[in-house]
């Protein structure tokens, strides 16, 4: 079968860097998305990755390991609205995506 | 961002009430899809729709209906609902449902099944 696997919960401090990580087992990859969801609110796309490596935009930044089905993404200087859920997804060989259940983040000052 | 709109927000029904959840996208993409979303659940695929035409049904139960009359509306009828059901349904759309579409979502509507 297919999994996506996340961390159900992580806290960490305004200012401060976390990884949130994402493994992942598939028929098939055709990508790797990473998406933000405020309560309450609609998913927000993040980052994609097909490629092995770092990719970087502003604070927020992902990694893609293929070989291994590892990815993390990883935020610096955090900020209070950064406390949302993050949701790592994977396309199959089909191009459906395949969703862990999210990671929630909580900030504290 | 208003790309992908919802109506209604919230709905509470009952069991045997009918109701239709709608879609709209402004973002000019020719794919549109229903997730179901529970707490501390994966997003569930139920429905695809590529050019107006159903490309995927992931075993939903018929008391869900999809209808998709152009490619920018997406709609779901319910019917004889189970109180399982409830969630937060969301719709997204992309380009198109090759490699690489990103998907962009809808708020979502809050269903409540009593």
């Known amino acids: 079968g297919q999994n996506i696997d996340q961390p159900t919960e992580m806290t960490a401090t305004e200012g401060a860097i976390v990884q949130i990580n994402c493994t992942y087992q598939?028929?098939?990859?055709?990508?790797l998305f990473w998406y933000q969801q405020h309560a309450g609110e609609a998913p927000t796309f993040l980052s994609y990755n097909v490629l092995d490596g770092l990719e970087e935009k502003g604070r927020f930044s992902s990694f893609l390991s293929r070989s291994k089905g590892y990815s993390y993404l990883l935020l610096k200087e955090l900020q209070m609205k950064d406390s949302a859920s993050y949701l790592c997804a994977v396309m199959d060989s089909n191009y459906q995506l395949i969703w862990g259940a999210g990671t929630k983040l909580i900030i504290k000052p | 961002e208003t790309g992908v709109t919802q109506t209604p927000r919230h709905l509470v029904m009952g069991m045997t009430n009918k109701k239709s959840l709608k879609c709209e996208q402004h973002?000019?993409?020719?794919?549109m899809y229903w997730y179901k979303q529970s707490a501390k659940k994966p997003l569930e695929l139920m429905f695809v729709y590529n050019f107006k035409e159903q490309t995927e049904n992931n075993s939903v139960p018929s008391r869900f209906s999809p209808e998709c009359p152009n490619s920018s509306h997406l709609f779901l009828h319910l019917h004889t609902l189970q109180p399982e059901d409830s969630a937060l349904y969301l719709c997204?759309?992309?380009?198109?449902?090759?490699?690489?579409?990103?998907?962009?979502f809808g708020p979502g509507t809050r269903l409540l099944v009593l």
């Open positions: 973002l000019g993409h020719n794919a």
């Open positions: 997204a759309s992309s380009q198109t449902t090759g490699a690489s579409e990103t998907q962009y």
């Open positions: 598939t028929s098939g990859f055709n990508g």
